[in-house]
């Protein structure tokens, strides 16, 4: 698969704080890329390098397979986690004008702009001013205007900020389509959840250094204890228990269940395998519930900066 | 470039759309006409307001003849009353005073004795009317005691105008140098006044910039530096616009003001000459001043007043800029103001002070070379003759440090825009320099 977007070893200090550390991240295209990182990480900073808003003391950004020009500002669109659209003036001619600025004429500025004003059924909009919109409405315009020129690369830092549940699933639609449509998108939030649904691959940064980056599948392997959790029907919990804990790491799990059984987290010593596990645990009790403990994006982010600091 | 005329057309659109700027740029001119013929209303009936003044004399030297009524002071005589008696009359009616002339021998006693009792203080200019007229009677008395012949005196009258010209043969007069002051301090300030006003209006758009959080969304587009030259101009542009309709509605409304009201405005200096006089000296004058004016080398005037107005106003407007990328709201732009606006009263009080007794001297030429005070000061002294090679010197200067100071501003502009929440200082603003 190629990269539409592959950064290396950039490195940016403001005075004498660093604020990027020798960052490589390689951005697959067509896919959606979490760039993940606690508060004041440098992932914004990183971010604005990528949109040649800042220059970076060292390193080089490729991007479709070249050396990133300023003319790729035309490819690229850009939903900052800071933004606004200018209070007073018109929705329809600040759209229109934030398009022109991205190298559409004014004539296919409009054609696109119907298309989505229609979609999202605020044609209605378009002469008021953006004052007397709500935060919500201004986000959808703030959106429409991001992805009017059909950028091959989307980023969008904290896109869901503002947006009530619905508008937010909304919004999460068209960033799947945009993909789908052969968009790559790098995806900045601290809504883990978010991450855990849409994205495919995942980079953490921490205090300007990158501490984590792969396919997120592949790293979910990585990050697993090789535990399973476990539904026991039995007569008697306390002896399976006992019986357990000198053979296993047990710790007590939590889940829903109709049965009253023993819910359980079972980590396996090395060279064990889970039909092992299946076998002994078949010949002392019913298995009700059997599932291997996958680490969620929100453990792996937290396990990974405690480990850092 | 495409894109720089993009934001050139927003950021001009975005001002004269604006209700205040509408409203300011009908409104100022009237509210100006309404000064102007406030004031002239107030002086010129204050002019015809005659003062009523009663007067004790009893000296010879002077008869009822020299107390004959002028346009402005109606006299009374009460000498017959007695000095205690009109004293108690004029203090009790509604005249202005009483003149009291007492016997002396002498001329020069008499002429320090004459004495004015009123309940409220006189106004200068009726009792230097009064003045006047007893001095040129007590000359009179004066000269026929040492025997001087008047017609004599009358036609021994001479009365010297210097008329003045440069080596070139050019001639000049006193009412081409009222002129040249005129031009002169009038572009200086008016340069003064462009760049504080709209200096102070790139500077709270970039701050509306960055309080709507556009910003980021706009410099992912277009190079901060674009933005600020498309700011710089655009504000320029509407400033001018305004300049425009202005010129066009001030004379509009002068001339209808002018025929409606009857204000005269060359009468307001001579109302005591008759009429017709009046008038025939009026076109006169006019005719005069406006041969005198077009002697003046009034196209180079104006191309120096472009050049200097737009270096000027480029100058200052970035480093408006840079402030109002500094900080996150208006409030906090006052430490910064400071350095700012002083160079530009300074150019102006230098202007007034030096340049038109001197418009050569060393003061004047040095403030004129600095490049943060000379488009005032030199544009002042231009009218006066400048060599070119000082001109053109300063104008060099002007660019050079206009280039470093831009291109400073715009360093500042660039980190700045994107700086939220953060106390700015001096020493964080040198910070920024280097990132």
């Given at each position: 698969m190629n990269n539409i977007l592959v950064t290396e070893d950039i490195v940016k200090n403001f005075g004498d704080f660093?604020?990027?550390?020798?960052i490589s991240i390689k951005v697959p295209e067509q896919s959606i890329f979490g760039l993940l990182g606690p508060n004041g990480a440098g992932k914004t900073t990183l971010i604005r390098i990528i949109n040649q808003i800042t220059l970076p003391d060292s390193g080089k950004v490729y991007f479709d397979g070249n050396l990133l020009r300023p003319y790729d500002v035309h490819y690229i669109g850009y939903l900052p986690e800071e933004r606004g659209l200018y209070k007073r003036m018109k929705v329809g001619e600040q759209a229109v004008y934030l398009a022109q600025l991205k190298g559409l004429s004014k004539a296919e500025a409009k054609k696109r702009l119907k298309y989505w004003f229609d979609k999202f059924d605020i044609g209605a909009w378009w002469n008021k001013k953006v004052e007397e919109l709500s935060k919500g409405m201004a986000q959808k315009v703030q959106f429409i205007v991001t992805v009017l020129h059909r950028p091959k690369l989307l980023i969008f830092d904290e896109p869901f900020s503002g947006f009530d549940p619905i508008n937010a699933n909304i919004i999460k639609d068209e960033i799947l389509q945009l993909r789908d449509e052969g968009a790559s998108i790098i995806f900045s939030t601290h809504r883990m959840e978010s991450v855990e649904e849409m994205c495919e691959h995942i980079a953490l940064i921490d205090r300007s250094n990158k501490i984590l980056d792969g396919k997120l599948t592949d790293i979910k392997k990585e990050f697993k204890t090789n535990s399973f959790e476990v539904g026991l029907v039995t007569e008697d919990k306390d002896v399976l228990l006992k019986e357990l804990n000198e053979k296993f790491e047990v710790k007590p799990a939590d889940f829903r269940s109709l049965e009253d059984d023993l819910k359980l987290n079972i980590k396996l010593a090395n060279g064990e395998t889970s039909t092992d596990l299946i076998k002994y645990l078949n010949s002392k009790a019913i298995i009700n519930h059997y599932v291997e403990v996958i680490p969620s994006v929100n453990e792996i982010f937290i396990q990974s900066v405690n480990k850092n600091s | 470039m495409n894109k720089l005329k993009l934001i050139i057309k927003r950021e001009f659109l975005a001002k004269v759309r604006n209700k205040t700027f509408i409203i300011m740029t009908f409104l100022s001119p009237l509210l100006m006409v309404g000064m102007i013929a406030l004031v002239a209303f107030l002086s010129k009936s204050s002019m015809e307001k005659s003062n009523f003044v009663a007067y004790v004399n009893y000296s010879?030297?002077?008869?009822?003849?020299?107390f004959k009524d002028t346009n402005t002071i109606h006299y009374e005589n009460l000498?017959?009353?007695?000095l205690e008696q009109a004293k108690k009359i004029v203090q009790n009616s509604n005249h202005d005073g009483l003149i009291f002339i007492p016997k002396k021998d002498s001329i020069e006693q008499l002429a320090s004795n004459i004495e004015f009792f009123s309940n409220e203080s006189p106004g200068v200019v009726l009792i230097s009317e009064m003045e006047n007229t007893l001095t040129s009677k007590l000359e009179k008395e004066k000269m026929k005691q040492l025997d001087i012949d008047l017609q004599k005196l009358k036609k021994s009258n001479v009365n010297v105008d210097i008329k003045m010209s440069n080596f070139s043969g050019e001639k000049s007069s006193k009412l081409i140098n009222g002129i040249k002051i005129a031009i002169g301090m009038g572009s200086g300030y008016i340069v003064m006044m462009f760049i504080i006003v709209y200096g102070a209006m790139v500077m709270r758009s970039v701050i509306e910039e960055k309080t709507s959080r556009i910003i980021e969304v706009i410099v992912s587009s277009v190079k901060p530096f674009q933005l600020m030259l498309g700011k710089v101009i655009g504000t320029a542009g509407a400033g001018l616009f305004q300049f425009i309709i202005w010129t066009i509605l001030l004379f509009t409304v002068l001339m209808i003001g002018s025929y409606m009201f009857g204000v005269d405005m060359a009468g307001?200096?001579?109302?005591?000459?008759p009429p017709d006089q009046l008038e025939a000296m009026a076109n006169n004058k006019a005719q005069f001043a406006l041969n005198e004016i077009f002697k003046l080398p009034l196209l180079s005037i104006l191309i120096w007043f472009v050049l200097f107005f737009l270096g000027g106003y480029l100058l200052y407007s970035s480093i408006y800029a840079a402030i109002g990328a500094a900080v996150d709201n208006e409030t906090d732009t006052q430490q910064f103001m400071m350095p700012v606006i002083m160079p530009l009263m300074i150019g102006v009080y230098v202007g007034f002070a030096t340049v038109i007794n001197d418009p050569h001297g060393t003061v004047a030429t040095v403030f004129s070379m600095i490049p943060f005070t000379s488009p005032i000061v030199m544009l002042m002294r231009i009218p006066f003759g400048v060599p070119f090679w000082q001109i053109a010197l300063s104008l060099f200067l002007l660019i050079i440090t206009f280039l470093g100071v831009i291109w400073l501003a715009a360093k500042i502009y660039r980190v700045g825009i994107l700086m939220y929440g953060k106390k700015v200082n001096y020493k964080e603003l040198y910070k920024w320099l280097k990132y």
């Open positions: 660093r604020a990027l550390n020798n | 010879e030297m002077f008869t009822k003849d020299d000498t017959e009353a007695g307001m200096q001579t109302s005591q000459i």
